[in-house]
């Protein structure tokens, strides 16, 4: 089965490109990870981790707000992160679950653990339905798509693919780590086994104080307006932008096989960007599909920023 990154032969000769393992072989579905960055053994010891009952995982879809939310919730719970008094990144605060990219054992850290992730609800440990608490952030799948289209400026390919290439890609479900569709559904319509909150990256953009303030109320982590007003500020996107410790502009220092000279790791933070690169029959085929995909799910999505917003 094709995948964008399966292969590289469009990689520049001096980076070390990510293999794609192959997903019969490691309990991972339709599921596609990279085999130098996120490790077999680590993904297939995830399924019996012991969840702990002020474990927080935030669950996304790639480019649907991860480091954004990883931001918020490093801002919530270390007052030190809040008021600059701590040298430490948001990725150290709120760790991904499958990358491990600190090489400590999860089960070894301090309470409360947090964490996030990109697995589908099928691949998560199994005692995240006993204990545990999910935020799980939905973008709409038009500003996902360009998003990572323009993500993948960053990787060193010789020769980017066009966007109606990438379009069939996403579509088809062979970019990392699913099918848009299949992750959203799980997630969502299996929520009775789970102590969920679904807040989406478009609210977050519109009004993001009362998303902190709901992220608050669902974690039992109440803070007073002053302290809610400076996590609210600092959690904007301008602000975030230029936060070292929450924007990864340096992370080719990490991964050979990303060159950060080539684009930002945080481009634009904004909604209905998919307009600037979907023509109207690519539109409209993405929404015939997913039309048919998501008809029996509950959703609501904002696709572009509205009109009142403009004025």
Known sequence: ???????????????????????????????????????????????????????????????????????????????????????????????????????????????PRLFTTHLPYSLVPQDLTKKGKVIYVTRNPKD??????????????????????????????????????????????????????????????????????????FLGRELDDTSLDIVAEKATFKEMTKDTRANKNSISDTYSFFDSSKGKFMRKGTIGDWKNEMTVRQSERFDALFMEQMRDLQINLIWDIPEKLTC
């Open 1 to 111: 089965m094709f995948c964008l990154f399966a292969g590289y032969t469009n990689l520049r000769s001096d980076m070390t490109a990510p293999e794609i393992h192959d997903s019969t072989k490691c309990n991972l579905g339709d599921t596609r990870y990279f085999s130098n960055v996120y490790k077999k053994e680590h993904i297939d010891y995830l399924l019996n981790f012991k969840i702990r009952d002020d474990d927080v995982f935030v669950v996304t879809y790639p480019k649907s707000g991860t480091i954004w939310t990883q931001h918020i919730l490093s801002l919530i719970y270390s007052k030190g992160y809040r008021n600059g008094t701590e040298n430490v990144t948001s990725e150290n605060i709120v760790q991904c679950l499958e990358l491990n990219r600190l090489n400590n054992d999860p089960a070894a850290r301090p309470s």
């Open 144 to 217: 996902v798509m360009t998003s990572m289209y323009h993500f993948i400026d960053l990787v060193s390919f010789k020769m980017k693919p066009n966007f109606e290439t990438f379009m069939e890609i996403f579509l088809a479900g062979h970019y990392y780590p699913c099918l848009w569709f299949d992750h959203v559904r799980e997630w969502y319509n299996n929520k009775k086994d789970l102590n969920i909150l679904y807040i989406t990256y478009e609210d977050m953009i519109l009004d993001l104080r009362s998303v902190v303030k709901q992220i608050c109320t």
